[in-house]
DNA sequence: CAAGAGAGCGAACAGTCGTTCACCGAGTGA
DNA sequence: TCACTCGGTGAACGACTGTTCGCTCTCTTG
């Protein structure tokens, strides 16, 4: 349910991908798109041992059962497939995160059921998140552009939704988006914290997500309490 | 003046590290860590493009003028000079900030000297930080891990601090551990956008800093504002 | 001063790598 | 039905990889 759909078309048509081309329709296409997908499979399985970098072509091909020169008629390169991932990845999430925010809800609830639904989320797509907090700062350009125009994508939404609020008043929307980058900082660093140490050791899933919405609530006290009368 | 020292006795004589051994003085212990230090900063260099994991022995051997065999007299292998290389860029930290905490000042002056000094010492060091914020979550364990004992330590001495201010009371060592945890994750992300879009652009670099104050400030009220009356 | 220790070297090892090429055969459109 | 498009194949290419070995030559120790 919360489980990353694989084949969307959403997913081919994004972007100046090699593969995917025109026809949307027929056998000929939607085998490409399945060997497409094979890959990208195969890339994030191995990738949850390493990183994008490190990988090799050969080695994707091989894992994915598909000989080395196939790899091109998808991808001009890993980086490319990397780039791919991140689509696949953090576009999934944006539907996800837009169903919680109820207008006229308490920020205390919005708070509680985001965390809720991310940590279910990556629970569901744990090599998926893996990758995205290991290539954020990792060493691939191509690939750290696009986790980072999601990313702002994120805080663009949030800060929409936190111009509606009444507390917002006296806000410009250059402090909102700085309050909004430390909201979805905090977020990202806890499936980081997640991701290696938390998830099949229950106790300390419990204490990162309690202390993720401390921190989450601490940032929301301090925006209340926010001096707003500075000259 | 805030550059790191590479050829200190400490970073030598740190962990169980191959290359090091036990006599600390006399030409021949001095040479070989000055080889050392070649391969270190070769590797350094290296990285400022690429990631731990993408690197070869051969491709740091070669860098630093010295045949491929001659590594293995130093490191065993290359997550090893990794983690000699976490503890050479933030262990030389610690001592640069225990100088900030001067117990009476104000917490506003703290924050805005730790931002400064901070900021000075990434600029004095990039390549080093580039390293630390890229594999902070990178591929290699052994090196993910020496960077967040280096930051737990961090942490420590932040949660001591903050126990000796009045405005602590009601809470106890766990809480502030929370607390300690987002100051030092805001600063290291400030770090890394720092390092990634803010050096070379004037501008850039000043929207990061305010930000990261605002971000500061912003834990800092809600800390002030925090309801210890729980039961 | 002689014997030993050890840092660095050069060569060789068996693999793996990314990329290219001509070619096959199944799906496609007239 | 027939020509054609095109995803996938297998072989071949030169280049590069990590690791090992015995050797040299300098510093260290008795």
Known sequence: MAEIETSSTETAAAGTVIGASVPLTGVRSAKKLATRQTLLDAALRLMEQQSLSS???????????????????HFADLGELGVALVEESLGS??????????????????????????????????????????ERHGGVAAVRAAIAAQLDTFIDELVEDLKLQPESEGWDSQELRVLARLYVNVIMLTVADLLDSGLENPLEEARIVAEALTQLRLVTVGRLHWPTDRP
Chains 1, 2 share one sequence.
């Open 93 to 134: 999430m944006h539907e996800l995160i837009r169903d919680i925010r109820t207008p006229d809800a308490e920020t205390e609830d919005v708070m509680r059921r985001t965390v809720d639904v991310v940590v279910a989320h990556v629970r569901a797509n744990v090599p998926h998140f893996r990758f995205v907090a290991r």
């Open 55 to 73: 990988l090799g072509l050969r080695e994707v091909t091989r894992e994915a059962g598909i000989a080395p020169a196939a790899f091109y008629r």
